[in-house]
Each structure stands twice: as C-alpha cells, then as structure tokens.
C-alpha cells in the first residue's frame, strides 16, 4: 500500500523575506537533502524551532511531540527531571517533510539514539568565537583535529550555520554522557594549555577575553545539536554543513558559503560524511589525554 503524501500547505508563504525564501523552498531544501541528513538523525529525539510567519515573527521551540500528528510519524517517549517526553524521531523523507510544512527551519537532535538514550554515541565539542572572525574558528578545529589524530580518534566536522562549528568523535555505546563530557574536558585542557591566549573552556561570557571558546557543555543527558543540513533562522538561510578536513585549510572559508540557495551546488559534489566512522573506545585515549595533561 502506497504511503499517504504530506499534506503541504501555504507554500508561497515567505520565510526569509530578504532572499524571498518561501516555504515551497524550505520543503524541497529537506527533499534534496534527506539522502544525507537521515541516516545522521535515525532514531535521534528531535527539537524544532519552529516560524509559523516566517524568521521576522514570532517563533517557539518545540521538544514534545504534538499531540495531533500523523500516525506514521514515529516517536520516542523519554523520562525528564520533570516527568515524561515524547518526541518526535525522523525516520524517513515524508517526516522531514512534514516538519518542513509545519514551518519547522531548524531541527536539533540528542547525541544519544532512542534504543539507548543514556548512551550517547558521539563526543561533541561545539567551537564557538568570541566575535565574527571565522579563521579563529578554522584554526582552532584544525588544532583539536591534529590532538585527537595524536589520540587515535577519528572525528568529524561540520559548520553549525551559525559563527561556528561542530567537531564530533564516534564512540561506542557503553559510556555515560557525563563520563564523555569529561574526556571532552581534558581534550580541551590540553588545547587551553598549549595556546592559552588562543583557547578557553570558561563558561562565563566575560571571562574569555576574546579566546575561542571550546565548549563540552553538550555532551550531556538529553542536551540537543543542530542537524547536519539544517537550516538556520539568519536572514541569508544558512545551512549547517558537513566538511570534509581539508576544506578548513582554505582560508577564505566562511559559513555564509553555505546556505539555503548554494545548497543543491554543494549537493553536486560528494557527500564529506558519505562513510560512517567507525566507533571508538576511548580507553587508550584516555590514557593518552593523561599523559599529556602532566
């Protein structure tokens, strides 16, 4: 039996007025990615920020779940400080494309798969500049890439769409978030150490004077990130975009190179995350990440 099609309304309606990007749009973005954002999203709890009018109006973040969506929408039910969540989880393009229709811009999703949500599968450190100045940013991933080659650890990484970018290692499921969370600090321990006025872990705005800021703070239970190919609510549509390392070495890169309206060009070339990294244990880096730290 064929599956029943999305329903799509109000598709001339203009979500991004300065480049006139419509909902239409927004919708055939999901299309042309979902080859490549689904098998990063599987099974992940989603958020949404959602634009109902477009990024200039108001707008709300959505964790739960509607109570009114389609049947062969799937979701994961999760247990919260507060009691109990439902969440949505995209399975196929039909979901991608019903959130789309629903105005949803931007998807964010658990570091954690609904089979194990106390096991996360991946160490995040989000790499986030003190100003506007992406080659601090470029520099800085290409420093944290160079130690956890040094650490045996794979990795990969992604702008985030907005001033920064997502740098991610895969890891098998047998560890607590907060266990990765502290691994992560003493990666980036050992960054602050060699280059403190370059890099910093201070949480506090006012604190960091400047540095690159190397954050861990989403490696955590039921802390979310943005989605590879998701789409940011900035007025020019920026994308979060999969990298391969080597592009960090060109130092015009910007963020703004990949957006909503450069995304099928992207498209044409080959995939950067195309083969899954293998999880890793992170026993012998560990030991490493000691021995460096003395």
């Known amino acids: 039996m064929p599956a029943t099609p999305v329903k799509l309304s109000h598709l001339d309606k203009?979500?991004?007025?300065?480049?006139?990007?419509?909902?239409?749009?927004?919708?055939?973005?999901?299309?042309?990615?979902?080859?490549?954002?689904?098998?990063?999203?599987?099974?992940?709890?989603?958020?949404?920020?959602?634009?109902?009018?477009?990024?200039?109006?108001?707008?709300?973040?959505?964790?739960?779940?509607?109570?009114?969506?389609?049947?062969?929408?799937?979701?994961?039910?999760?247990?919260?400080?507060?009691?109990?969540?439902?969440?949505?989880?995209?399975?196929?393009?039909?979901?991608?494309?019903?959130?789309?229709?629903?105005?949803?811009?931007?998807l964010h999703s658990w570091l954690a798969r609904a089979d194990r949500l106390d096991r996360p599968d991946e160490v995040m450190f989000d790499l986030d500049p003190s100003g506007t100045d992406f080659d601090e940013v470029r520099r800085g991933a290409l420093d944290l890439h160079e130690l956890l080659e040094d650490l045996g650890l794979p990795s990969r990484v992604k702008t985030t769409g907005g001033r920064g970018v997502h740098v991610s290692v895969p890891v098998v499921?047998?560890?607590?978030?907060?266990?990765?969370?502290d691994f992560a600090r003493s990666v980036t321990a050992v960054l602050t150490r060699r280059a403190p006025d370059r890099y910093t872990s201070e949480i506090r705005k006012n604190k960091r004077a400047g540095r690159l800021f190397l954050d861990v703070t989403r490696n955590a239970y039921a802390q979310l990130a943005v989605v590879p190919y998701t789409v940011r609510a900035v007025p020019d549509a920026r994308v979060a975009t999969p990298l391969h390392w080597g592009e960090l070495e060109d130092e015009a890169l910007l963020p703004s190179r990949f957006t909503l309206r450069t995304m099928p060009e992207r498209l044409a070339d080959a995939d950067p995350w195309h083969e899954p990294l293998t999880p890793v244990s992170l026993s012998k880096a560990r030991e490493r990440i000691g021995d460096l730290a003395t």
């Open 14 to 106: 203009v979500m991004f007025p300065e480049g006139g990007i419509t909902k239409g749009d927004l919708i055939e973005h999901y299309r042309a990615v979902a080859d490549r954002m689904l098998p990063q999203v599987h099974d992940r709890p989603l958020a949404v920020a959602r634009y109902p009018d477009g990024i200039d109006a108001s707008s709300f973040f959505q964790q739960a779940a509607p109570a009114h969506i389609p049947s062969w929408v799937k979701t994961v039910t999760v247990s919260k400080e507060d009691g109990r969540i439902s969440h949505i989880l995209c399975q196929d393009e039909r979901t991608l494309v019903y959130l789309a229709n629903q105005a949803a811009i931007t």
């Open 173 to 181: 499921r047998r560890y607590e978030a907060d266990e990765l969370r």
